[in-house]
């Protein structure tokens, strides 16, 4: 079995590129030959340099592309939208790593035209991030419906998912993010570790 992997990979610095080197790792052991065009390439800034993207390669003996979506990336999004728009293509997934949404970023030629704009004050981008959202949230309903599989990390992201992109439950599958085995560690005895925390933590 042939799969493409489309996703960011070590060294870049991101918890999806740790995840996706350890699902290559499994897959692999499992005797499936996985092909990560993508590994050191620049990636597509619109969906019409991912449909030029796709139309370069040869999709016929590839079994099945998936793919790591999410963390604001967008290049991935667009290529999955390009393969879904092929009129024979492979089986295509992907594991969602944020609850609730796809892509996130706005996706929007609009959008990205204002965002590149060096003079304008950064409110700007942010209120046409905004306004693009209907936009963004439709375009990732379209590929969802498209997927052969989607998977997510926790069955509360997956519901949110399944609520947010209109799809029946069952249509997500969620499987746990695994734990590597790591040696056990006696720790010298200590007084007890007070935590302050900054940040957001998602309903998924």
């Known amino acids: ?30 005797g499936v030959e996985v092909i990560c065009p993508l590994k050191g390439q620049p990636l597509p800034t619109s969906l019409t340099e991912a449909r ?3 139309a370069e390669r040869q999709w016929t003996g590839v079994d099945a592309v998936h793919a790591e979506l999410g963390g604001g990336r967008q290049g ?25 949404r796809i892509v996130w970023r706005p996706v929007s030629a609009v959008w990205r035209a204002i965002d590149r704009l060096p003079l304008l004050p950064a409110w700007v981008s942010k209120v046409a991030a905004v306004l ?10 379209q590929l ?3 997927l052969d599989g989607v998977v997510t990390l926790t069955r509360t992201g997956g519901e949110a998912l399944a609520r947010r992109m209109r799809r029946p439950a069952d249509a997500v599958t ?13 720790l010298p005895p200590m007084p007890p570790i007070k935590l302050l925390y900054f940040g957001y933590i998602y309903q998924g």
């Open 174 to 186: 969620v499987i746990p993010h695994g734990v590597l085995p790591l040696p056990f560690v006696p």
């Open 76 to 100: 991935e999004f667009f290529l999955m939208s390009a393969l879904a728009e092929l009129p024979q293509r492979p089986a295509l997934s992907a594991t969602v790593h944020d609850p609730e």
């Open 132 to 141: 693009c959202d209907p936009h963004t949230l439709w375009r990732e309903r």
């Open 144 to 146: 969802v419906r498209r």
């Open 1 to 30: 079995m042939r799969v493409v992997l489309l996703s960011p990979l070590p060294p870049e610095r991101t918890g999806i590129a740790d995840y996706a080197a350890h699902w290559m790792r499994a897959a692999r052991g499992a």
């Open 52 to 54: 030029a993207w796709v």
